[in-house]
């Protein structure tokens, strides 16, 4: 059977730059840099009008200006800790080493580009090539809806019983009405991390029976949590950092699974009910809670698995030998002493534990700090 050869002529300029900025965009409605815009009209310019090469450039260039997609290395490792990707019965030092082994060999694969930021400190990032192959693996069980100006929460019914994990961060959200989640029985990982969420219904965690992380960090309007939360029996990690108006934390005591619980600058003026139940916590940061009030007298005791305690830039003071006499397995401490009494009592505390801290910071009077590690 014959084939005819049919003559494909290239695209006009105006066709070639409508399909190059389509694709460069990912149909989106985007806003690119100045920089990126000059280096793009380059590219396009240099694809003769070729529709398939247009493509594929266009689609390789995007990421090129995704700088906001940059994510600590530290934080990275903390997810990886959260979902049970690395070995929870090892040592918090052990499990960032293994932590920064996985990235190694994911920057080694090219699969991750290692950056650095103003800061100085280690990030990665992931190209738009990979990242749209991984959430097609994906498809179907997660939801990646990341920095795309969202200003509501979707329907997480889409996916109907197989969502598994869903990431909203860095929109423009800010507020979670009733009946967003029913039919999400497998969730086990739900990131709504800077945005501008000021209120979430109370019945929005109610089905969310199998949920292990959830991350509301960065959420400044917010000022209570829904009672729901206190039913999220398998949470292991639950992050309200930089909730900077958060004043109401519901009961905790339910939440025996939970691992890492971060309050650090937040609004409360004291520790969650129950808190003292969680008998498997192993990270406590209540850094900069600056208006938080006495913590109830043996709270930390009980705490018997914890690894990280941070108590940096709060008002608060703990008695070392009766608080923290039983913690065999603490490797970091950060903690407030408001006079030279308190500090050589600490001092001491250090010099008589069997196991030594591998760090501390200690804020003395008025603010300035001692360091150590090992």
């Known amino acids: 059977m014959g084939c005819k050869v049919f003559k494909v002529e290239p695209l006009c300029e105006e ?11 990912n149909e989106e409605d985007t806003t690119l840099s100045p920089e990126v815009i000059e280096i793009a009209k380059f590219v396009a310019a240099k694809c003769d009008g070729l529709p398939l090469a247009i493509i594929t450039m266009a689609g390789s260039m995007r990421g090129v200006d995704d700088i ?74 997660f939801m990646v809806k990341a920095g795309v100006g969202l200003k509501e929460i979707p329907h997480l019914q889409e996916c109907a ?22 039919g999400c029985p497998s969730l086990s990982t739900l990131i709504l991390k800077d945005n501008r969420l000021k209120s979430i219904a109370a019945s929005f965690f109610k089905h969310m029976h199998a949920l292990q992380v959830l991350d509301l960090s960065g959420n400044s309007g917010i000022r209570v949590l829904p009672n729901s939360i206190s039913d999220l029996v398998k949470l292991t990690a639950l992050l309200l950092a930089h909730c900077t108006s958060l004043t109401y934390v519901p009961p905790l005591g339910k939440l025996r699974a939970l691992e890492e619980l971060d309050l650090s600058f937040t609004r409360i003026n004291r520790v969650p009910q129950r808190v003292d139940m969680l008998v498997n916590l192993k990270n406590l940061n209540m850094n900069g809670t600056h ?13 018997s698995h914890l690894q990280l305690l941070r108590l940096e830039c709060t008002p608060v003071q703990i008695r070392a030998a009766e608080e923290l006499e039983g913690l065999t397995k603490l490797e970091e401490i950060d903690v407030y002493l408001k006079d030279v009494h308190s500090f050589n009592v600490f001092l001491k505390f250090l010099q008589h534990r069997e196991v030594p801290l591998g760090k501390y910071i200690l804020q003395f009077g008025g603010g300035s700090l001692f360091e150590y590690r090992s």
């Open 15 to 25: 066709e070639a730059g409508n399909l190059f900025w389509a694709k460069l965009c």
């Open 291 to 303: 208006i938080l009030g006495n913590i109830p007298s043996r709270t930390f005791t009980r705490l």
């Open 161 to 182: 019983g197989n969502l598994e994990k869903v990431s909203l961060m860095k929109n423009n959200i800010q507020e979670i009405p009733c009946g967003w989640s029913r």
């Open 68 to 141: 906001h997609c940059k994510i600590p290395r530290d934080e990275l490792i903390r997810y990886f800790i959260a979902e049970g990707l690395i070995d929870r019965s090892k040592s918090s030092i052990r499990q960032f080493d293994e932590g920064h082994t996985i990235l190694n060999k994911l920057e080694r694969s090219c699969l991750l580009e290692h950056c650095n930021n103003d800061d100085g400190d280690a990030y990665v990032k992931m190209h738009d090539l990979i990242r749209d192959m991984a959430l097609k693996i994906t498809e179907n069980r």
